[in-house]
């Protein structure tokens, strides 16, 4: 690859990048022309990684081999990982001088072709071996590659906050094993003691309470998981380690006196915050889904909010049924003017191509906590779906069939436990009874 600098104008500059399309620099040759503003030199070199950075399947970065034609020698050069200096080093190996340019040109194909082998299935340098075996193919990841590798592919199959919990865990478990000095290590010595150490950090010097807990036990299992399955370790250290019992969830909703309240407050100041949370109370869509609801989902013929399997928290495309006093409402906004393509709640709730984040709206709804004196720290937004469900169950006589399929729950055990968690079914199932 080469690039060449052209100034544009004042700290801008032009650069032109000439790369191949093919392994060992061959191909046909092709120019990209980018303008950019800064230092020159670093930009070029983060640009050469961007064209030529790849990675070995055991999560190794590596620069693939090339067949380097000098005037006095050819040789082969490729970039490597080396373990103990944790970076990329380059490497050279030569090719013998004394024959016809076709048979070196033949053995450089082979020998790109073997390195990127070996590049591709993880060979790294590791010092503590000497000689040729210091350039190898390791039988194991250190840890940090392991959970670094697993952490990344765990991510990119789950939502955003799916992805920020394993980025939150990796932070953490990292500053205690480097702590330990356990990061550098072998994933083979990584023991279920280990384990046990690091929860028990996370107990009594990081203080979580016990549902935290099993949350980085769940996470840390599923990252176990997916290193045996991909035979990285033969068995998962967290199997077998049980979760801390905690305390059965609760739901706070509304009274009708606070319902009422708030209500008639958001109306006269925020209405498009009373939309938001009618949305929530009446179709029990979950704010994160609400953030993501594009104009077009919305089924006013039908009668229906279509939830796409990207947007749910179960993966699983759904439809909502909108009912009478939602329906009115969404009539009323005359949505066959909108986009369809544009988000029904963008910045400050209202339509619009730009994907608010869902804590800008939480940060509305304390606000209107707060100025209805009704702020505690326990209702939230999410207590309108909670008052939903309970309103209708309870004054709406909707029954317990009819609420999983609006909740979109995959079962009547899921649907019951949530209702117990709210104080209905049980007593209610009760009245009338005596013996």
Known sequence: MLAGIGAVGGTDFRVDVLYFSQEGGKGRPRKRGVRAGGLGSKFVIDLKRKFSLKQSVLGYEYVPARWVEGPTRSYIEFQVWDVQADKLVRRRVGLGRKRSPEDIRQEAKVKVREIN????????IDRRKKGDAELAVPKTLAVSKAFTNMVA???????????QAYRNFLNVFRGWAEQEQLWSMPLTGFKRRHVHDFLDYLLSVRKINNKSHNNYLALLKALFNAMVSREMIPKSPAAG?????????????????????????????????????????????RPAELMRLKVGQIDLENRVIMVTAEQSKNSKQE???????????LKAERLDRLDPGHYLFSRNLEPGHIHWVRNRVSELHRQALEETGLYDGKLTLYSWKHT???NAYRHG???????????????????????????????????????
């Open 117 to 124: 082998a070996m590049l591709e299935s993880g060979m790294v």
């Open 241 to 285: 380690i049980k979760k801390l019992k905690t305390v059965a969830q609760t739901h706070t909703v509304y009274t009708p006196d606070q319902q009422a309240l708030m209500e008639s407050w958001m109306q006269v100041h925020m209405p498009r915050l009373f939309l938001f949370t009618r949305m929530v109370y009446f179709a029990f869509l």
């Open 388 to 390: 939903g469900v309970c």
């Open 319 to 329: 439809g909502v049924f909108i009912v009478d006093p939602l329906y009115e409402l």
């Open 153 to 163: 592919v765990k991510s990119a199959t789950g939502g955003n906050r799916t992805q």
């Open 397 to 435: 006589g909707v029954d317990i069939k009819t609420l999983q399929a609006l909740l979109r729950h995959h079962s009547l055990d899921m649907t019951a436990i949530y209702l117990r968690a709210m104080g209905l079914q049980l007593n209610d199932n009760l009245k009338g009874k005596s013996w």
